[in-house]
């Protein structure tokens, strides 16, 4: 007999390779969360530079009273899927609300960020279409396509000429969807939108742009790249998620389609996965108003990401772009010089997202930050301090 868990010992070897150097880096433990950037972990009070939660609203008293009044109104959870169980009104709520701040006419709520991308790309596209997409693209872009069934087409990471190229040659039947991301979650770089859009102008396809990264970070609405570029009506479908600036869990998709929809009854991820749970719904309900009620937190979060961005810089970092944006990443030359550092500034009081292979782009090592609005002037300058200290102490090279 074949042990099933064969296939995965050189995963177990890889991780016992880990541990050797130190803490477990990909199952920390929080102990106590004290705010939107500080935690106790191991017993110390620790900067947190690798959450997500760009607008510091985990913690907002009007976004946890909305929560709790939810579960003592409507229970703890919805126990099905909207299909099965119905709709609470809160759902329909929210999805209003986020239609609106998105100034689209449709939009449809799933129960996490990933989910929203399986339940886009599968409800959108079939076996007779093609999905390109860039090479760069999340995870859970992937799944999503292999979930449609439709053909699969890379391009060259925001390459527009590389899709014009592919468009140009191609024989599809079906129909033609190409996805984007907004803000890339692993180097922080942004997709060139307006080339994309003359390719689309040349070749006719419709436009799904992944804005979990940058909804609520970007444009002067905070709807993402395409209301920063001022392309929101060439983007056909924008999907994101709750997990970020909405500081809660769950996903959505959005678009004027008339037919947007059919995708309730298109979606398996949608129509087999139990609905957000009231208190998920109401927290992001209040979070979404504090967003429209509140653009000073997205002004400071451009401030301090490019604190951080310059800070890095003099200390003579390679960084994964050359644009400011809240995720700051470090490359490192190799996996073993990377959990080294890592440990090192998890000791000193940092904690930081580990990035490797096989989840990131080019196989790269990365020491991934992710900024918060919440982050004041002394954690970000605290972060950079111990960032130089790595580097004092000859942990860093810089990869090439």
């Given at each position: 007999m074949t042990d099933l868990f064969d296939k995965h010992r050189a995963i177990a070897e890889r991780h016992e390779r880990m541990l050797s150097l130190g803490v477990n880096a990909v199952s920390l433990t929080n102990d106590r969360i004290l705010s939107p950037t500080r935690a106790i972990i191991d017993g110390r009070e620790t900067v947190l530079a690798g959450t997500n939660n760009y607008m510091g609203i985990t913690f907002d008293p009007d976004c946890i009273a909305a929560g709790q009044e939810a579960m003592a109104l409507y229970g703890t959870g919805t126990t099905g899927s909207r299909i099965a169980n119905g709709s609470y009104s809160m759902h329909r709520d929210l999805e209003k609300e986020l239609a609106g701040f998105l100034n689209r006419k449709h939009c449809i709520m799933f129960t996490t960020g990933y989910q929203a991308n399986l339940g886009m790309l599968a409800g959108l596209a079939g076996p007779k279409d093609t999905i390109y997409l860039d090479a760069d693209s999340?995870?859970?872009?992937?799944?999503?396509?292999t979930l449609s069934g439709a053909k699969l087409v890379r391009f060259r990471h925001n390459d527009a000429g590389d899709l014009d190229k592919r468009l140009a040659r191609s024989e599809d039947e079906g129909g033609r969807l190409v996805v984007l991301e907004g803000i890339y979650s692993m180097l922080g770089d942004?997709?060139?939108?307006?080339?994309?859009?003359?390719?689309?102008?040349?070749?006719?396809?419709?436009?799904?742009v992944d804005e979990a990264h940058s909804f609520g970070v970007l444009g002067k609405n905070g709807?993402?790249?395409?209301?920063?570029?001022?392309?929101?009506?060439?983007?056909?479908?924008?999907v994101g998620t709750f997990s970020k600036s909405i500081g809660a869990i769950g996903g959505f998709g959005a678009g004027n389609h008339p037919l947007f929809n059919m995708l309730r009854y298109a979606s398996r991820p949608y129509m087999f996965t139990a609905s957000p749970s009231p208190a998920t719904v109401a927290?992001?309900?209040?979070?979404?108003?504090?967003?429209?009620?509140?653009?000073?937190?997205?002004?400071?979060?451009?401030?301090?990401?490019?604190?951080?961005?310059?800070?890095?810089?003099?200390?003579?970092?390679?960084?994964?772009?050359?644009s400011v944006s809240p995720i700051v990443a470090v490359h490192c030359p190799d996996e073993v010089s990377t959990i080294s550092m890592w440990n090192a500034l998890l000791t000193a009081g940092v904690y930081?997202?580990?990035?490797?292979?096989?989840?990131?782009?080019?196989?790269?090592?990365?020491?991934?930050?992710s900024v918060s609005a919440a982050h004041t002037f002394e954690e970000i300058d605290r972060i950079i301090a111990l960032f130089g200290e790595v580097v004092a102490q000859g942990l860093y090279k810089k990869a090439v």
């Amino acid at each position: 007999m074949t042990d099933l868990f064969d296939k995965h010992r050189a995963i177990a070897e890889r991780h016992e390779r880990m541990l050797s150097l130190g803490v477990n880096a990909v199952s920390l433990t929080n102990d106590r969360i004290l705010s939107p950037t500080r935690a106790i972990i191991d017993g110390r009070e620790t900067v947190l530079a690798g959450t997500n939660n760009y607008m510091g609203i985990t913690f907002d008293p009007d976004c946890i009273a909305a929560g709790q009044e939810a579960m003592a109104l409507y229970g703890t959870g919805t126990t099905g899927s909207r299909i099965a169980n119905g709709s609470y009104s809160m759902h329909r709520d929210l999805e209003k609300e986020l239609a609106g701040f998105l100034n689209r006419k449709h939009c449809i709520m799933f129960t996490t960020g990933y989910q929203a991308n399986l339940g886009m790309l599968a409800g959108l596209a079939g076996p007779k279409d093609t999905i390109y997409l860039d090479a760069d693209s999340h995870s859970s872009i992937y799944d999503g396509c292999t979930l449609s069934g439709a053909k699969l087409v890379r391009f060259r990471h925001n390459d527009a000429g590389d899709l014009d190229k592919r468009l140009a040659r191609s024989e599809d039947e079906g129909g033609r969807l190409v996805v984007l991301e907004g803000i890339y979650s692993m180097l922080g770089d942004r997709a060139p939108l307006a080339e994309f859009v003359e390719v689309k102008k040349k070749h006719g396809f419709q436009l799904l742009v992944d804005e979990a990264h940058s909804f609520g970070v970007l444009g002067k609405n905070g709807r993402g790249l395409a209301d920063e570029a001022g392309l929101e009506d060439d983007v056909d479908f924008v999907v994101g998620t709750f997990s970020k600036s909405i500081g809660a869990i769950g996903g959505f998709g959005a678009g004027n389609h008339p037919l947007f929809n059919m995708l309730r009854y298109a979606s398996r991820p949608y129509m087999f996965t139990a609905s957000p749970s009231p208190a998920t719904v109401a927290t992001a309900l209040a979070a979404i108003r504090k967003l429209r009620a509140e653009p000073e937190r997205r002004e400071r979060l451009s401030v301090n990401s490019a604190r951080l961005f310059n800070g890095f810089k003099s200390l003579g970092l390679a960084l994964g772009c050359d644009s400011v944006s809240p995720i700051v990443a470090v490359h490192c030359p190799d996996e073993v010089s990377t959990i080294s550092m890592w440990n090192a500034l998890l000791t000193a009081g940092v904690y930081v997202n580990i990035a490797l292979p096989p989840g990131t782009p080019g196989k790269q090592c990365l020491l991934r930050c992710s900024v918060s609005a919440a982050h004041t002037f002394e954690e970000i300058d605290r972060i950079i301090a111990l960032f130089g200290e790595v580097v004092a102490q000859g942990l860093y090279k810089k990869a090439v």
